[in-house]
């Protein structure tokens, strides 16, 4: 185990509120890497994607980088566009 999972995991066991925090932000971002790696293995630009699904890079950014607040239909229909 290296020195930051011991450190998470140490933080976890003190502190409950870190612990449910930092499992649901994890998951989040691992989202939002996911749907990164998929447009770039695609070869897109975040603007290239954002036209293709009508709408603005910003909501490409916002949807990589925040995943927390993404709905399941966005995540179909981003998927769908990078085929």
Known sequence: ???LQECIARRKIENPDFAE???EGYRHFRIGVTLKQARQN???MQDELAEKLQTHKSVISRIENHAEDIRLSTLSHYGGRLR
């Open 1 to 3: 185990m290296s020195d």
């Open 21 to 23: 925090g930092y499992d």
């Open 42 to 44: 695609a070869g897109m």
